[in-house]
């Protein structure tokens, strides 16, 4: 089975810093991984995933995810943030030998202030 | 160009009253999962289904039932609702099973009263 930590619940940050948020995994066999992000009252969206191929890889608004096998690990980062990327990130994980669930972290909420 | 919807994005139930949340989707995707979401807290998998073949979670409550009518429509229905089901409930579609992408509706806030 699999299991994810999110070890930092709310990262407060300012406009325009980066930002980095944290994600491990525990798995026995090789995994997928996803992040995705909920704002206020909406369901969850996709914002990212690694299946396989190239360890980086990149959202369509800026953020990119950094698969590391070694460290087990799948962190969010965005170099400058916006005001309009405050939410609530979680980073999943599952399984590619079957069908497995989804297991998600318990997230990470991004607030950006002026 | 909505893929998962669902209905209603609120609903107001009382204590004991029989309950049916709505999903439908536009993707032709073989599964359709249910989601409960309390606050601050990360989706949990009520059950899934694939294709018609219905899934489970050992530790879904009795109380929680789904319906598959056809591909398109899932309903989630909780027979005797209590304050400690008062959630946001997410349906979600894949294409297949097997570590898939899952796209997710928006939601449907439950109260209780």
């Known amino acids: 089975a699999q299991s994810v930590t999110q070890l930092d619940s709310q990262v407060p940050v300012f406009e325009e810093a980066p930002v980095e948020l944290r994600c491990n995994y525990s798995s026995s066999v090789s995994v997928y991984l996803f992040w995705y992000v909920q704002y206020p009252n909406q369901g969850l969206q996709l914002l990212l995933k690694?299946?396989?191929?190239?360890?980086l890889v990149e959202s369509i608004n800026g953020f990119e995810a950094e698969f590391n096998k070694s460290q087990t690990s799948f962190h969010l980062r965005k170099p400058s943030v916006h005001i309009s990327d405050t939410a609530e990130y979680f980073c999943a994980v599952t399984d590619n030998t079957g069908f497995q669930k989804l297991v998600f972290g318990t997230g990470t909420r991004l607030l950006v202030s002026p | 160009d909505a893929m998962v919807i669902q209905n209603p994005r609120y609903q107001v139930t009382q204590f004991g009253k029989p309950v049916t949340l709505s999903c439908s989707q536009t993707?032709?995707?073989?599964?359709m999962y249910w989601y409960q979401q309390k606050s601050s807290q990360a989706p949990k998998l009520l059950f899934h289904y694939y294709d018609k073949d219905f899934n489970n979670e050992a530790d879904t409550p009795d109380n929680f039932q789904s319906r598959r009518p056809n591909t398109s429509f899932c309903f989630l229905d909780i027979r005797s609702p209590g304050l400690g089901d008062a959630a946001m409930y997410l349906c979600a579609t894949s294409r297949d099973r097997g570590g898939k992408t899952q796209y997710f509706g928006p939601g449907t806030r439950l109260l209780v009263l």
């Open positions: 993707l032709n995707h073989n599964v």
């Open positions: 690694y299946l396989s191929g190239s360890t």
